[in-house]
């Protein structure tokens, strides 16, 4: 994950050759952060009762595994943004393999600029994404886009201790403070949601589709090429940190409905 938030989301420049080396690396992956299949339909689960063939919005979709479920398994319409063309470019092609294009549509915008009206939505969706625009931020500009039964789901990085490891502390409070579940929860409810459930992704989610395949990718580096080798070392980085304290942080599902 590129935590960063020390860039608004319309400054980036994918021309930049240290940007271009880390997103290299994270090409052609099924996903771009903590997640999986089980608990993208366990969230759905929660968020019921919703609309047959809902309208979804997903937030940073990446290369679309949540996109490709929800159209899938929900029959669901879904519109997926991504600031990154190359990981819409990759959703299209898996929407054309598993036959859902016509229920996909990829656009390329920012989380932070969205052109659609109120109630547009019976479902947004955004996994392991929110922080780009910090989640405060998120959930309440977010909340406009909702039908009125509609049902805000959004996975989050935060602390499960109030008193995480130094290493931890350091490295995320550097990248992304994280909050603890509580702290999220307050939050959201002052923006003006029930929180419905929240949901804590298991750890294997962070390693059988994301950490795993990017640490293949890291050994196929080529040892002439330094600046993958740069991008790199803040991602063996935070794969040790996980794999030593990853009790003190997760990734957390919170299942909300507006309120009034
Ligand atoms: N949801 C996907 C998944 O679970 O695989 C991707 C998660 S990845 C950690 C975060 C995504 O947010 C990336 O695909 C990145 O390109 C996208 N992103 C970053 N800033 C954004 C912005 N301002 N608006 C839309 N997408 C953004």
């Given at each position: 994950?590129?935590?960063?938030?020390?860039?608004?989301?319309?400054?980036?420049?994918?021309?930049?050759?240290?940007?271009?080396?880390?997103?290299?690396?994270?090409?052609?992956?099924?996903?771009?952060?903590?997640?999986?299949?089980?608990?993208?339909?366990?969230?759905?689960?929660?968020?019921?009762?919703?609309?047959?063939?809902?309208?979804?919005?997903?937030?940073?979709?990446?290369p679309?595994?949540?996109?490709l479920?929800?159209?899938?398994?929900?029959?669901?319409?879904?519109?997926?943004?991504?600031?990154?063309?190359?990981?819409?470019?990759?959703?299209r092609?898996?929407?054309?393999?598993?036959?859902?294009?016509?229920?996909?549509?990829?656009?390329?915008?920012?989380?932070?600029?969205?052109?659609?009206?109120?109630?547009?939505?019976?479902?947004?969706?955004?996994?392991?994404?929110a922080?780009?625009?910090?989640?405060?931020?998120?959930?309440?500009?977010?909340?406009?886009?909702?039908?009125?039964?509609?049902?805000?789901?959004?996975?989050?990085l935060?602390?499960?201790?109030?008193?995480?490891?130094?290493?931890?502390?350091?490295?995320?409070?550097?990248?992304?403070?994280?909050?603890t579940?509580?702290?999220?929860?307050?939050?959201?409810?002052?923006?003006g949601?029930?929180?419905?459930?929240?949901?804590?992704?298991?750890?294997?989610?962070?390693?059988?589709?994301?950490?795993?395949?990017?640490?293949?990718?890291?050994?196929?580096?080529?040892?002439?090429?330094a600046l993958?080798?740069?991008?790199?070392?803040?991602l063996?980085?935070?794969?040790?940190?996980?794999?030593?304290?990853?009790?003190?942080?997760?990734?957390?599902g919170?299942?909300?409905?507006?309120?009034?």
């Amino acid at each position: 994950m590129n935590h960063s938030s020390e860039t608004g989301p319309s400054e980036f420049d994918f021309d930049d050759p240290s940007l271009k080396a880390a997103l290299e690396l994270h090409h052609g992956l099924a996903r771009q952060g903590p997640g999986s299949a089980a608990t993208t339909r366990r969230l759905l689960s929660l968020a019921q009762p919703i609309p047959s063939r809902p309208r979804v919005l997903d937030l940073g979709c990446g290369p679309g595994p949540a996109a490709l479920l929800l159209a899938q398994e929900a029959q669901a319409e879904v519109t997926a943004i991504d600031l990154y063309p190359r990981f819409l470019d990759e959703l299209r092609a898996a929407a054309e393999q598993a036959v859902v294009a016509e229920r996909i549509t990829p656009e390329n915008r920012s989380m932070d600029d969205l052109p659609y009206p109120d109630g547009s939505f019976d479902l947004v969706w955004s996994e392991a994404a929110a922080y780009n625009i910090g989640f405060d931020t998120a959930l309440r500009s977010w909340r406009r886009l909702l039908a009125p039964e509609g049902v805000l789901v959004v996975t989050e990085l935060g602390w499960l201790t109030g008193t995480p490891h130094s290493e931890a502390r350091e490295f995320w409070d550097a990248v992304y403070p994280p909050r603890t579940t509580a702290e999220n929860v307050a939050i959201a409810t002052a923006a003006g949601y029930t929180v419905v459930a929240t949901y804590l992704l298991p750890d294997e989610d962070w390693f059988a589709e994301y950490y795993t395949s990017l640490e293949a990718r890291i050994a196929g580096i080529d040892p002439g090429d330094a600046l993958a080798l740069e991008a790199a070392g803040h991602l063996r980085r935070e794969i040790g940190l996980r794999r030593a304290h990853g009790a003190d942080y997760g990734y957390v599902g919170y299942v909300l409905r507006p309120r009034g």
